[in-house]
């Protein structure tokens, strides 16, 4: 938010350096990010003067330019070259002379001495659009006859510098988004510091006065909740045109571009005050009648930015007795806003409900001034006098007469929030003990009214409205801090620091023995946006409806919440691959959202990936290409490291991998790894093989609490092992083999392991050769051949009967 120094003098008298207020907002809470000095017109129109046109021709060699002479005050008229149509003797001018400084929109250039098209032009006549001072570039600037020859431009249009302060304004400052909030604070800021004479003040509306009351206007609230309080006046014979300087000057400093005298004052008012106002033109507003109300959902209309926008029926409407004219605290309609041709106008002051304006303003994206300040909540007791200060400066600027009674609608009045806080109470939240006397002190400066003060150091406090974040003691201990000081309290020489009983098996817990091993052994951990592409989730195994979807997303690729974190896996690999870092080892912790059948939900999730090499390249070992069995033996350390022994595999079928596996806990999937699907990979731009483990972390984290560390004594029996070199169909799969192994032999074997597959020649066709290891031991006493024979039999029979397997 950007406030004018000038500007903020007015409200309160100060004779301070800029860097010094800044320091005492940023004290008490308005943060100052910076403080620009700036010109109302860049460049200070430095060099640009009055002067007056003595001759205009032809020029001899261009149809469309004019030869002129122009005295600037100087000892000898000057000859330049001019292009505007509008240009003739007599003319009063404004003129950019030889060394000037022309500033654009994206650049700039100096007027230099230099021939056009044959002829000497030793200046340019200017228009509005080139000096920075209006929109208009249909001819260039003529001046009333009484205007100085010589006189230089900045001090004929009042051309001023000033100091602008950007503050950091928080959401809840509700109070400071305007000239005369920020003066408040200041002025509490400098009563603390005991300078009790500084006052504030807003300018006088006393000379408010209704010239007649032929043009009345009838307001009817058709929904309280949604706009409490509703109040307008009418004025007739006002003259649409430019607004002076020093009222284009206030609001060039903050940014603002002037537009015309009616909707300047309207937003002259706004920053001054915090109320937003809105100008209707009244010939615009059927049967002189505002109607507040609720419209069908899908109604059409258009706003003043020319977008035909289709109505929510909660939006809040303005309308007149045939349609609507405004979406309330938002923006105006196309039609009713004012124009050169408005003669009459109807100026709205309303307080409308936030939560309604934001909700609003979000449904149709539109962001504005107005409904920044609707959406935080704005003061309803200053309605009337932001009403009566716009009515005043369009009767004495616009020419303007005032034609009705003011309309207040306010059926129920907003009361004060009443706070009860007790001195011992805030000297112990702040941590020191602040005199009694300051802290009233304080409440005063702040416009919080002590209601009752028993004695006992309890007083009861009324919080004016326009503070609506004040609501709790808490509050209050907030706002006498800030003004105190927060650097006015003393730091302690001692620390005192109670030790956090926690949660050994909590989630948090988990992740971190986990994340502490993935970096540990050469992965990097990633954070990817929560938000992403709605494109990923249409097939590839995916509902589009199940998406949760942004309703004002910033960009396309920010439209939907991720229900999946491998695409942002995906888009890191794209990302480092093509930066030339194709080899990763990545981890990520996050959360996944869905819509099911209109119930949200989250899951967290972890997603492990690798690609590209093993290990980097050494001279000493090959680096060795990264495969699913590599993934696999680090999902396998994972479940260990949680406490895992026991759990089954499956090959599965997913769209988003090539080949996947499963793993089973209590028969559910808790684990799918494998190849990522390279039509899914290329969504995100990857073209080397990813390899991806999804974890449902929730699930397993929950589990894990339940397992205890189990420990035996070390075998006293030595292991022996078997193998087996067996002929298969090739449709049969080694997790099979294995749990056939166990089923058939519970005792003694230990560890089952494929150590070798062969696929090719020599062999029959539709065959394969899996050369699998058995090792088996007994914890009672050391096993002889004729029991080892008798099992290996018993597994072999096994793997024939229900596989057809062969010897080889």
Partial sequence: MKISYNWLKEYIDINLEPAAVAEILT????????????????????????????????HPNADRLRKTTVNVGGETPLEIVCGAPNVAAGQKVVVATV???IYTEDDSFKIKKSKIRGE???????????LGMGQSHDGIMVLPAEAKVGT????????????????????NRTDAMCHFGVARDLRAALIRQGKESIETALPTVSSFSVSAKDLPFTIKLEDTDACPRYAGVSLKNIKVGPSPDWLQNRLRA????????VVDITNYVLHETGHPLHAFDANEIAGNTIVVKHLPAGTKFTTLDDKERELDANDLMICDTEKPVAIAGVMGGLHSGVSEKTTEVFIEAAYFNSVSVRKTAKRHALNTDASFRYERGVDPEMTIYALKRAAIMMRDICGGEISMDIKDEYPTEIEHT????????????????????????????????????????????????YRADVTREADIVEEI??????????????MHISVAQTDQKSEARYREKVSSALSARGFNEIMNNSLTKSSYYTGNGFKEEESVAMLNPLSQ????????LIFGALETVSRNANRQRPNLSLYEFGKVYQNIEGKYSEQQRLAITKTGTQQEEVWKAPAGKTDFYYLKAEVEFILTSLGFSNWSEQEVENPMYDFALGIFINKQEVITLGKVNSAVAKKAEVKQDVFVADFNWEYLAKKAKKNTIMFQELPKYPEVRRDLALLLDKGVNYTDLKQTAERSEKKILRKVNLFDVYEGKNLPEGKKSYAMSFVMRDDEKTLNDKQVDKVMEKILGSFKHQYGAELR
């Fill in 418 to 465: 009443e706070i009860e806080v007790n001195l011992d109470r805030i000297n112990t939240l702040i941590g020191q003990e602040i005199e009694p006397h300051m802290v009233r002190k304080i409440l005063n400066a702040l416009d919080i009214q002590i209601k009752s003060d028993n004695g006992n150091d309890t007083l009861l406090l009324s919080v004016p409205p």
């Fill in 120 to 130: 000497v032009s030793e200046g340019m006549i200017c228009a509005e659009d080139e």
């Fill in 557 to 564: 690729d920010l439209g939907v919440m991720r229900q999946s």
């Fill in 254 to 261: 903050i940014g603002i571009g002037p537009i015309n005298n």
């Fill in 27 to 58: 004290d008490t809470g308005l943060e100052v990010e910076g403080v620009d000095e700036i010109e109302t017109i860049k460049g200070g129109l430095k060099g640009v003067v009055i002067g007056e046109v003595l001759t205009c021709e032809q």
């Fill in 99 to 101: 060394g000037t400084i």
């Fill in 481 to 494: 801090l800030r003004i105190y000081g927060f650097n006015a309290i003393d730091i302690g020489h001692k």
């Fill in 152 to 171: 230089p431009a900045a001090e004929y249009f009042s051309i001023e510098s000033d100091f602008v302060f950007e503050i950091g304004l928080t959401p």
